[in-house]
Protein backbone atom coordinates (compact mmCIF):
# COMPACT_ATOMS: atom_id res chain seq x y z
CA UNK A 1 0.00 0.00 0.00
CA UNK A 2 2.93 1.96 0.44
CA UNK A 3 4.72 1.30 -2.59
CA UNK A 4 2.08 2.58 -4.94
CA UNK A 5 1.80 6.54 -3.69
CA UNK A 6 5.95 6.60 -3.50
CA UNK A 7 6.37 5.47 -6.84
CA UNK A 8 3.08 8.04 -7.98
CA UNK A 9 5.20 10.68 -6.64
CA UNK A 10 8.32 9.53 -8.11
CA UNK A 11 6.92 10.05 -11.61
CA UNK A 12 5.15 13.12 -10.95
CA UNK A 13 8.69 14.53 -9.85
CA UNK A 14 10.44 13.04 -13.20
CA UNK A 15 7.75 14.46 -15.43
CA UNK A 16 8.21 18.03 -13.79
CA UNK A 17 11.56 17.79 -14.19
CA UNK A 18 11.43 16.76 -17.89
CA UNK A 19 8.86 19.45 -18.18
CA UNK A 20 11.24 21.83 -16.66
CA UNK A 21 14.20 20.33 -19.01
CA UNK A 22 12.24 21.27 -22.00
CA UNK A 23 11.37 24.72 -21.30
CA UNK A 24 14.83 25.60 -21.02
CA UNK A 25 16.49 23.71 -23.30
CA UNK A 26 15.58 25.88 -26.62
CA UNK A 27 17.80 28.19 -25.10
CA UNK A 28 20.60 25.90 -24.15
CA UNK A 29 20.77 24.56 -28.14
CA UNK A 30 20.60 27.93 -29.42
CA UNK A 31 24.06 28.13 -28.45
CA UNK A 32 24.95 25.82 -31.13
CA UNK A 33 22.56 27.46 -34.01
CA UNK A 34 19.45 27.58 -34.59
CA UNK A 35 19.68 24.65 -36.59
CA UNK A 36 19.57 23.00 -33.03
CA UNK A 37 16.61 24.63 -32.35
CA UNK A 38 15.19 23.61 -35.87
CA UNK A 39 15.46 19.78 -34.96
CA UNK A 40 13.85 19.95 -31.61
CA UNK A 41 10.39 21.74 -33.08
CA UNK A 42 10.56 18.94 -36.06
CA UNK A 43 10.93 16.21 -33.15
CA UNK A 44 8.11 17.55 -31.63
CA UNK A 45 6.12 17.45 -34.52
CA UNK A 46 6.73 13.97 -35.24
CA UNK A 47 5.70 12.62 -32.12
CA UNK A 48 2.13 14.52 -32.96
CA UNK A 49 2.34 12.41 -36.19
CA UNK A 50 3.73 8.86 -34.66
CA UNK A 51 0.91 9.83 -31.83
CA UNK A 52 -1.74 9.88 -34.41
CA UNK A 53 -0.47 7.28 -36.04
CA UNK A 54 -0.40 4.72 -32.70
CA UNK A 55 -4.08 4.98 -32.37
CA UNK A 56 -4.56 3.06 -35.73
CA UNK A 57 -1.70 1.03 -35.26
CA UNK A 58 -0.98 0.62 -31.65
CA UNK A 59 -4.06 1.05 -30.01
CA UNK A 60 -6.52 -0.82 -33.01
CA UNK A 61 -4.30 -2.87 -35.01
CA UNK A 62 -4.59 -1.41 -38.33
CA UNK A 63 -1.66 -1.78 -40.46
CA UNK A 64 -1.82 1.91 -42.23
CA UNK A 65 0.95 2.68 -44.44
CA UNK A 66 -0.71 5.92 -46.34
CA UNK A 67 -1.03 8.18 -42.86
CA UNK A 68 1.25 10.93 -44.40
CA UNK A 69 -2.04 11.43 -46.84
CA UNK A 70 -3.50 12.95 -43.64
CA UNK A 71 -0.19 14.92 -42.94
CA UNK A 72 -0.49 16.31 -46.57
CA UNK A 73 -4.34 17.06 -46.24
CA UNK A 74 -3.70 19.03 -43.34
CA UNK A 75 -0.33 21.10 -44.98
CA UNK A 76 -2.48 21.62 -48.40
CA UNK A 77 -5.62 22.97 -46.33
CA UNK A 78 -3.98 25.39 -44.71
CA UNK A 79 -1.98 26.57 -47.16
CA UNK A 80 -4.55 27.38 -49.57
CA UNK A 81 -6.55 29.64 -46.58
CA UNK A 82 -3.39 31.52 -45.49
CA UNK A 83 -1.85 32.02 -49.20
CA UNK A 84 -2.59 34.35 -51.94
CA UNK A 85 -2.73 31.51 -54.32
CA UNK A 86 -6.54 31.02 -54.51
CA UNK A 87 -7.40 34.28 -55.03
CA UNK A 88 -4.40 34.80 -57.58
CA UNK A 89 -6.26 31.78 -59.44
CA UNK A 90 -9.76 31.89 -59.19
CA UNK A 91 -11.07 35.20 -60.45
CA UNK A 92 -14.51 34.39 -58.39
CA UNK A 93 -12.76 33.96 -54.89
CA UNK A 94 -10.96 37.02 -55.96
CA UNK A 95 -14.48 38.79 -56.00
CA UNK A 96 -15.43 37.44 -52.78
CA UNK A 97 -12.40 38.05 -50.73
CA UNK A 98 -10.84 41.58 -52.30
CA UNK A 99 -9.02 41.33 -48.83
CA UNK A 100 -7.70 38.12 -48.33
CA UNK A 101 -9.43 35.40 -46.69
CA UNK A 102 -7.93 36.25 -43.12
CA UNK A 103 -8.84 33.16 -41.34
CA UNK A 104 -8.30 32.91 -37.49
CA UNK A 105 -4.97 30.31 -37.36
CA UNK A 106 -6.58 28.86 -35.02
CA UNK A 107 -9.73 27.76 -36.63
CA UNK A 108 -7.48 26.64 -39.48
CA UNK A 109 -5.90 24.08 -37.30
CA UNK A 110 -9.29 23.18 -36.13
CA UNK A 111 -10.39 23.20 -39.66
CA UNK A 112 -7.67 21.20 -40.48
CA UNK A 113 -7.86 18.19 -38.11
CA UNK A 114 -11.89 18.03 -39.05
CA UNK A 115 -10.91 17.89 -42.80
CA UNK A 116 -8.35 15.36 -42.38
CA UNK A 117 -10.78 13.42 -40.58
CA UNK A 118 -13.20 13.06 -42.78
CA UNK A 119 -10.59 12.04 -45.31
CA UNK A 120 -10.24 9.26 -42.37
CA UNK A 121 -13.28 8.03 -42.74
CA UNK A 122 -13.32 7.92 -46.32
CA UNK A 123 -10.24 5.75 -45.96
CA UNK A 124 -11.97 4.03 -43.06
CA UNK A 125 -14.99 2.97 -45.33
CA UNK A 126 -13.81 0.75 -48.08
CA UNK A 127 -11.37 -0.84 -46.13
CA UNK A 128 -13.03 -2.12 -43.04
CA UNK A 129 -13.11 -5.59 -44.35
CA UNK A 130 -9.34 -5.78 -44.58
CA UNK A 131 -6.65 -7.06 -42.44
CA UNK A 132 -3.10 -7.11 -42.00
CA UNK A 133 -1.63 -7.22 -45.66
CA UNK A 134 -4.57 -6.58 -47.83
CA UNK A 135 -5.04 -3.18 -45.56
CA UNK A 136 -1.13 -2.39 -45.43
CA UNK A 137 -1.67 -2.36 -49.66
CA UNK A 138 -4.51 -0.31 -49.91
CA UNK A 139 -3.68 2.19 -47.49
CA UNK A 140 0.03 2.41 -48.84
CA UNK A 141 -2.44 3.08 -52.21
CA UNK A 142 -4.71 5.89 -50.44
CA UNK A 143 -1.46 7.60 -49.60
CA UNK A 144 0.41 7.39 -53.15
CA UNK A 145 -3.18 8.63 -54.78
CA UNK A 146 -2.80 11.72 -52.85
CA UNK A 147 0.15 12.75 -53.38
CA UNK A 148 -0.40 11.98 -57.21
CA UNK A 149 -3.33 14.59 -57.20
CA UNK A 150 -1.49 17.16 -55.42
CA UNK A 151 1.26 17.13 -58.00
CA UNK A 152 -1.12 17.07 -60.78
CA UNK A 153 -4.02 19.32 -59.89
CA UNK A 154 -2.26 22.36 -61.45
CA UNK A 155 -3.98 21.66 -64.46
CA UNK A 156 -6.70 22.06 -66.13
CA UNK A 157 -7.42 24.29 -63.28
CA UNK A 158 -3.98 25.52 -60.87
CA UNK A 159 -5.30 24.06 -57.38
CA UNK A 160 -2.42 23.23 -55.67
CA UNK A 161 0.46 24.61 -58.28
CA UNK A 162 1.49 21.15 -59.03
CA UNK A 163 4.88 20.53 -58.07
CA UNK A 164 5.86 23.72 -57.80
CA UNK A 165 4.52 23.85 -54.70
CA UNK A 166 2.40 26.36 -52.26
CA UNK A 167 4.49 29.06 -51.44
CA UNK A 168 4.05 32.93 -49.02
CA UNK A 169 2.13 30.90 -46.69
CA UNK A 170 1.49 33.29 -43.51
CA UNK A 171 2.93 32.57 -40.41
CA UNK A 172 0.73 31.56 -37.58
CA UNK A 173 -0.86 34.64 -35.13
CA UNK A 174 -2.57 33.21 -32.01
CA UNK A 175 -3.35 35.24 -29.07
CA UNK A 176 -1.88 38.53 -31.21
CA UNK A 177 1.83 36.49 -30.78
CA UNK A 178 3.26 36.62 -34.80
CA UNK A 179 5.35 33.66 -34.64
CA UNK A 180 7.38 35.32 -37.36
CA UNK A 181 9.12 37.53 -35.15
CA UNK A 182 11.04 37.61 -31.75
CA UNK A 183 8.81 37.69 -28.58
CA UNK A 184 10.06 39.94 -26.21
CA UNK A 185 8.70 38.72 -22.91
CA UNK A 186 9.95 39.71 -19.30
CA UNK A 187 13.00 41.32 -20.94
CA UNK A 188 13.97 37.79 -22.41
CA UNK A 189 14.21 37.80 -26.38
CA UNK A 190 12.73 34.23 -27.37
CA UNK A 191 13.05 33.83 -31.29
CA UNK A 192 10.30 32.76 -34.36
CA UNK A 193 12.08 29.32 -33.69
CA UNK A 194 11.48 28.97 -30.27
CA UNK A 195 8.40 30.45 -30.48
CA UNK A 196 7.06 27.17 -32.82
CA UNK A 197 8.79 24.65 -30.39
CA UNK A 198 6.92 26.22 -27.33
CA UNK A 199 3.98 25.87 -29.26
CA UNK A 200 4.56 22.51 -30.99
CA UNK A 201 5.98 21.48 -26.95
CA UNK A 202 2.01 22.71 -25.89
CA UNK A 203 0.31 20.91 -28.31
CA UNK A 204 2.38 17.36 -27.98
CA UNK A 205 1.51 17.65 -23.78
CA UNK A 206 -1.93 17.91 -25.02
CA UNK A 207 -1.73 14.93 -27.78
CA UNK A 208 -0.35 12.92 -25.31
CA UNK A 209 -3.15 13.76 -22.71
CA UNK A 210 -5.86 12.64 -25.25
CA UNK A 211 -3.74 9.47 -26.10
CA UNK A 212 -3.93 8.39 -22.58
CA UNK A 213 -7.21 9.19 -21.65
CA UNK A 214 -8.61 7.49 -25.25
CA UNK A 215 -6.30 4.25 -24.23
CA UNK A 216 -8.31 3.98 -20.66
CA UNK A 217 -11.52 5.18 -21.91
CA UNK A 218 -14.26 2.63 -23.03
CA UNK A 219 -13.40 3.42 -27.04
CA UNK A 220 -9.68 2.39 -25.98
CA UNK A 221 -10.72 -0.79 -24.50
CA UNK A 222 -12.86 -1.38 -27.84
CA UNK A 223 -9.66 -1.06 -30.01
CA UNK A 224 -7.51 -3.66 -27.99
CA UNK A 225 -10.41 -5.42 -28.36
CA UNK A 226 -10.17 -5.61 -31.95
CA UNK A 227 -6.67 -5.51 -31.66
CA UNK A 228 -5.91 -8.81 -29.80
CA UNK A 229 -9.37 -10.59 -31.91
CA UNK A 230 -11.63 -8.90 -33.86
CA UNK A 231 -13.93 -11.85 -33.97
CA UNK A 232 -13.93 -12.22 -30.42
CA UNK A 233 -14.49 -8.67 -29.76
CA UNK A 234 -17.44 -8.64 -32.33
CA UNK A 235 -19.10 -11.51 -30.42
CA UNK A 236 -18.47 -9.49 -26.99
CA UNK A 237 -21.09 -7.59 -28.74
CA UNK A 238 -18.55 -4.58 -30.01
CA UNK A 239 -19.59 -2.56 -32.91
CA UNK A 240 -16.29 -3.23 -35.27
CA UNK A 241 -17.21 -1.36 -37.77
CA UNK A 242 -17.94 2.42 -35.69
CA UNK A 243 -14.94 1.20 -33.22
CA UNK A 244 -12.33 1.17 -36.50
CA UNK A 245 -13.95 3.90 -38.38
CA UNK A 246 -13.15 5.96 -35.09
CA UNK A 247 -9.30 5.13 -34.95
CA UNK A 248 -9.14 6.32 -38.44
CA UNK A 249 -10.57 9.74 -38.08
CA UNK A 250 -9.16 10.25 -34.70
CA UNK A 251 -5.83 9.17 -36.07
CA UNK A 252 -5.95 11.40 -39.25
CA UNK A 253 -7.21 14.52 -37.17
CA UNK A 254 -3.59 13.98 -35.35
CA UNK A 255 -2.39 14.37 -38.86
CA UNK A 256 -4.01 16.79 -39.73
CA UNK A 257 -3.16 19.55 -37.36
CA UNK A 258 0.56 18.53 -37.49
CA UNK A 259 0.09 19.15 -41.47
CA UNK A 260 -1.08 22.49 -40.67
CA UNK A 261 1.57 23.62 -38.19
CA UNK A 262 4.24 22.09 -40.68
CA UNK A 263 2.94 24.47 -43.74
CA UNK A 264 3.10 27.23 -41.27
CA UNK A 265 6.37 26.93 -39.97
CA UNK A 266 8.25 25.59 -43.10
CA UNK A 267 6.02 28.72 -45.49
CA UNK A 268 6.33 26.53 -48.20
CA UNK A 269 4.89 23.11 -48.93
CA UNK A 270 4.87 20.64 -52.23
CA UNK A 271 3.74 16.97 -52.62
CA UNK A 272 8.06 16.43 -52.60
CA UNK A 273 7.13 16.44 -48.57
CA UNK A 274 4.74 13.85 -48.74
CA UNK A 275 6.30 10.86 -50.19
CA UNK A 276 5.83 7.33 -49.26
CA UNK A 277 9.32 7.12 -47.05
CA UNK A 278 7.64 9.76 -44.80
CA UNK A 279 4.77 7.17 -44.07
CA UNK A 280 7.57 4.66 -43.63
CA UNK A 281 9.63 6.50 -41.04
CA UNK A 282 6.70 7.16 -38.94
CA UNK A 283 5.24 4.08 -39.06
CA UNK A 284 9.24 2.52 -38.08
CA UNK A 285 8.68 5.33 -34.82
CA UNK A 286 5.59 3.41 -34.06
CA UNK A 287 7.43 0.15 -34.14
CA UNK A 288 10.54 1.11 -32.76
CA UNK A 289 8.67 2.67 -29.49
CA UNK A 290 6.39 -0.14 -29.06
CA UNK A 291 3.19 -0.29 -30.53
CA UNK A 292 0.23 1.10 -28.15
CA UNK A 293 2.71 2.45 -25.38
CA UNK A 294 2.29 6.21 -25.66
CA UNK A 295 5.58 6.84 -24.37
CA UNK A 296 7.82 4.69 -26.18
CA UNK A 297 5.86 5.59 -29.47
CA UNK A 298 7.39 9.28 -28.20
CA UNK A 299 11.00 8.19 -27.79
CA UNK A 300 10.86 6.22 -30.86
CA UNK A 301 9.93 9.39 -32.76
CA UNK A 302 12.57 11.71 -31.43
CA UNK A 303 14.81 8.92 -31.64
CA UNK A 304 14.07 7.95 -35.30
CA UNK A 305 13.85 11.96 -36.44
CA UNK A 306 16.58 13.93 -34.11
CA UNK A 307 19.39 11.07 -34.40
CA UNK A 308 19.59 11.22 -38.65
CA UNK A 309 19.20 14.71 -38.54
CA UNK A 310 22.00 15.35 -35.77
CA UNK A 311 24.31 12.97 -38.14
CA UNK A 312 23.39 15.47 -40.83
CA UNK A 313 25.19 18.27 -39.21
CA UNK A 314 27.93 16.36 -37.91
CA UNK A 315 29.04 13.59 -39.64
CA UNK A 316 30.99 15.38 -41.94
CA UNK A 317 32.88 17.82 -39.63
CA UNK A 318 33.63 14.38 -37.41
CA UNK A 319 35.18 12.74 -40.13
CA UNK A 320 36.98 15.36 -41.30
CA UNK A 321 38.03 15.83 -37.62
CA UNK A 322 39.07 12.25 -37.22
CA UNK A 323 40.36 11.07 -40.80
CA UNK A 324 41.21 14.45 -42.25
CA UNK A 325 38.45 13.70 -44.84
CA UNK A 326 34.90 12.83 -45.95
CA UNK A 327 34.75 8.76 -45.75
CA UNK A 328 31.17 8.25 -45.79
CA UNK A 329 28.68 11.35 -47.01
CA UNK A 330 26.22 12.40 -44.54
CA UNK A 331 23.25 11.55 -45.88
CA UNK A 332 23.96 7.80 -46.71
CA UNK A 333 25.32 7.87 -42.97
CA UNK A 334 22.01 8.70 -42.14
CA UNK A 335 20.26 6.05 -44.03
CA UNK A 336 22.72 3.27 -43.16
CA UNK A 337 22.31 4.35 -39.34
CA UNK A 338 18.88 4.73 -39.79
CA UNK A 339 18.50 1.07 -41.13
CA UNK A 340 21.25 -0.74 -39.25
CA UNK A 341 18.97 1.09 -35.83
CA UNK A 342 15.63 -0.50 -37.37
CA UNK A 343 17.43 -3.83 -37.89
CA UNK A 344 18.95 -3.98 -34.06
CA UNK A 345 15.64 -3.57 -32.69
CA UNK A 346 13.77 -6.21 -34.67
CA UNK A 347 16.30 -8.60 -34.07
CA UNK A 348 16.41 -7.86 -29.93
CA UNK A 349 13.32 -6.28 -29.28
CA UNK A 350 11.00 -7.47 -31.77
CA UNK A 351 7.85 -5.65 -29.71
CA UNK A 352 9.75 -2.47 -29.88
CA UNK A 353 11.94 -0.12 -27.21
CA UNK A 354 8.78 -0.15 -24.66
CA UNK A 355 6.47 -2.34 -25.46
CA UNK A 356 3.11 -2.45 -23.55
CA UNK A 357 2.29 -4.78 -21.10
CA UNK A 358 -0.57 -6.68 -22.01
Known amino acids: MLIE ?52 IGFAGLLDLGYVAFYAVGAYLFALLSSPHLIENFTHIQLLFPAGFDFPSWSLLFLGAIVAGFFGLLLGFPVLRLRGDYLAIVTLGFGEIIRIFLNNLNTPINLTNGPQGIGSIQPLLLFSIDFSKSLELFNISISSLQLHYYLFLVLTCFIVLVSNRLEKSRLGRAWIAVREDET ?127
Open 232 to 358: AAKASGIDTTRVKLWAFVLGASFGGVSGSLFASFQGFISPESFILMESIVIVSMVVLGGMGNVYGVVLGAVLLYAIPEILRLVAKPSQEFILGYELIPAEALRMLVFGVALVTIMLFRPEGLFPKNK
Open 5 to 56: PKLFKNRKFLIKSLLVVLVFLPFIVELFGNAWVRILAFSLLYIMLALGLNIV
